[in-house]
């Protein structure tokens, strides 16, 4: 049995700023905005994986203090061309440490507004092998 891990709640305090910070600075995909009646949530997805994150008011998501997740982790193929592209966006990004030069061995973080950390580590194996191949990613073609 396949079980596999497709979203992970980001606890913040205003769901527009969110959507503003992970889409338009960090450039996750916004898959939906929702509401109903009085609750709003909304998916989004790094490119090239297999989870997402959504933010929102509904109960669950209300359940940790805006700005309490710690330590979630983004995989690149290269992460100082990943730091770059954060700064160029306007998002403050750590500098780049290697912990060990093997593969996987190399990070820098950032935070959203609400003070939510994020880990970004430098597999470069992603760039060779991808664990989603590029034809079955949605917008390239793929199904």
Not at 3 to 17: A, C, G, K, Q
Not at 41 to 57: H, K
Not at 62 to 86: F, I, K, N, T, W
Request: include cysteine; aromatic fraction near 6%.
């Amino acid at each position: 049995m396949d079980w596999t891990l497709e979203v992970v709640v980001v606890p913040v305090s205003d769901v527009d700023r969110a959507i503003e910070f992970y889409r338009d600075r960090v450039g996750f995909a916004l898959d939906h905005d929702t509401r109903a009646g009085e609750h709003r949530f909304a998916q989004l997805t790094p490119t090239g994986s297999g989870c997402s994150i959504v933010v929102g008011t509904l109960p669950a998501q209300q359940e940790m203090a805006p700005g309490s997740l710690r330590g979630l982790q983004l995989c690149v193929a290269d992460a100082g061309a990943a730091r770059a592209e954060l700064l160029s966006r306007g998002v403050e990004a750590g500098e780049v440490v290697v912990l060990d030069e093997r593969d996987g061995g190399t990070f820098f973080g950032f935070s959203d507004p609400d003070g939510n950390t994020w880990a970004v580590q430098q597999l470069r194996v992603r760039g060779e092998k991808p664990l989603i191949p590029h034809e079955h990613r949605i917008g390239s073609g793929g199904s």
